[in-house]
């Protein structure tokens, strides 16, 4: 297999480009499954959302206008919203409103496929330069619209079924062979793939064979205005009475969707372990997020889990909330835990350490880019819940190595700004509008006047 040598958003950002290449005016962004105006944390909005949010927001304050295209969920929503100057969400009818889980919308690409191409067809010819997907759901969709409009795919996995197939959490199911076919279907046939590191580049072309040419490391990034080491008019202390944590407590904090690819009964497991061997630490878990995914089938899985173990009354559950509440909460933790069978990148841990607060997490994928281990957090091998303990009992001992790692936490992420990330994804546009062969790109992009 060729080695892989992408090349890093930070090193893109100063390149002089490709060629004559302009910047796309206009990218069609489709996220079919999940929209940009869902809140994090709950069904299937994460960290996707974020990136898709993001990402979109300063590609329009840079100049490319974004039409974000995903299903519609409620027949309250209008057909289309404005997300930020520039950035349009539109929502498409395909199936019905409510009731679909992610494992049915396959049945519904052709609706979807249909809704985006009378999008376009309302337009004048060459509206859109360039399609970006994100999830193979949407992949299918843009690979038939880039062949309808002739114009590049950009497409962006964020996870792979193959990789959590090997990295499968005990009792979860693995992902359909659907979705395996889907997904080999549009590396092949996307124009260029964004890989969040070089982990998911190397998986990328083992797995599924990608040309390595086309294969783009972008890190995502993380909003360093909202996540700051400096706190809100809130501070710690009236963050941690608001929420029902005691001023004592060593808190360990879990961010994210409540199903088992995201591990949180390991945190109670490790919560329960602590309990056992260090009666004298005034330890806490706090868990923020919904059930998503397989977690549907048991909503109360975690809180039966806590009560079995006797923990119950030591771990504080919160439902997802707003970004600067989020960074509150991160602020006020001693330690955020990541214990994923599987992450693309993990901005949990990016955002947590924005905060200035730790992370231990699981030496897993994209987290050994997240977490730089032992400078900004602690990376642990496997899911063994005492191992977790141990080193959560090391950090509550050692005072001044946690201050350590929150001086490293604040650091390394000050280097995932988003605007590094717009920087990457923008010449990863202009080299598949540079090397796409199905259009006259010149006359394209006058064709705007």
Not at 5 to 28: E, K, Q
Not at 299 to 314: I, N, Q, S, W
Not at 405 to 432: K, M, N, Q
Request: aromatic share 6%.
């Amino acid at each position: 297999m060729a080695s892989v040598h992408p090349l890093r958003s930070s090193d893109r950002a100063v390149t002089s480009g490709h060629g004559d290449t302009p910047n796309p005016r206009r990218v069609a962004m489709l996220s079919a499954h999940t929209s940009p105006l869902d809140q994090p944390g709950t069904g299937d909005a994460g960290g996707m959302n974020v990136y898709v949010v993001e990402t979109a927001r300063r590609l329009a304050e840079a100049g490319t206008e974004v039409e974000i295209f995903t299903r519609g969920t409620s027949s309250a929503l209008p057909s289309t919203v404005e997300l930020a100057p520039g950035v349009l969400v539109r929502h498409i009818t395909a199936g019905p409103f409510e009731g679909l889980v992610k494992q049915d919308l396959p049945g519904q690409l052709c609706a979807m496929t249909s809704g985006v191409m009378r999008v376009e067809a309302s337009r004048p010819e060459g509206w859109y330069d360039l399609i970006h997907s994100h999830y193979w759901l949407s992949g299918q969709v843009g690979w038939l619209a880039s062949e309808r409009w002739r114009i590049p795919l950009v497409h962006s996995m964020h996870t792979m079924a193959k990789v959590k197939n090997l990295e499968l959490a005990e009792g979860d199911a693995p992902e359909p062979n659907i979705r395996i076919i889907g997904e080999q279907q549009v590396v092949d046939a996307a124009s260029r793939l964004t890989a969040n590191t070089d982990d998911e580049a190397r998986q990328l072309i083992e797995l599924y064979g990608a040309d390595p040419a086309r294969v783009d490391v972008v890190h995502p990034g993380v909003d360093l205005d909202v996540f700051s080491p400096h706190p809100t008019a809130r501070d710690r202390g009236s963050v941690r009475v608001e929420a029902g944590i005691g001023h004592e407590e060593f808190v360990l904090l879990f961010v994210g969707r409540i199903q088992p690819l995201k591990a949180p009964d390991l945190l109670i497991r490790a919560l329960a372990s602590l309990r056992t061997d260090r009666p004298d630490l005034p330890v806490r878990a706090v868990v923020c997020g919904g059930p998503s995914g397989s977690g549907l089938d048991r909503p109360t899985a975690l809180e039966d889990l806590a009560r079995d173990l006797g923990v119950l009354d030591k771990v504080t559950f919160l439902t997802p909330t707003s970004r600067e509440h989020l960074a509150d909460l991160f602020r006020a933790a001693d330690l955020t835990v990541v214990p994923s069978y599987s992450e693309s990148f993990g901005l949990v841990a990016v955002e947590s350490q924005a905060c200035g607060t730790p992370v231990v997490a699981a030496n897993v994928g994209g987290l050994r880019t997240a977490v730089a281990d032992q400078v900004s957090g602690v990376l642990v091998e496997g899911h063994n819940p005492d191992d977790y303990a141990r080193v959560m009992a090391r950090l509550a001992d050692d005072r001044i190595r946690l201050r350590e790692l929150s001086h490293g936490a604040v650091a390394h992420a000050s280097t995932f700004g988003w605007e590094h990330t717009t920087a990457g994804l923008l010449d990863t546009y202009r080299a598949a509008r540079e090397h796409f062969t199905g259009i006259d790109l010149a006359a394209t992009y006058g064709s705007h006047d």
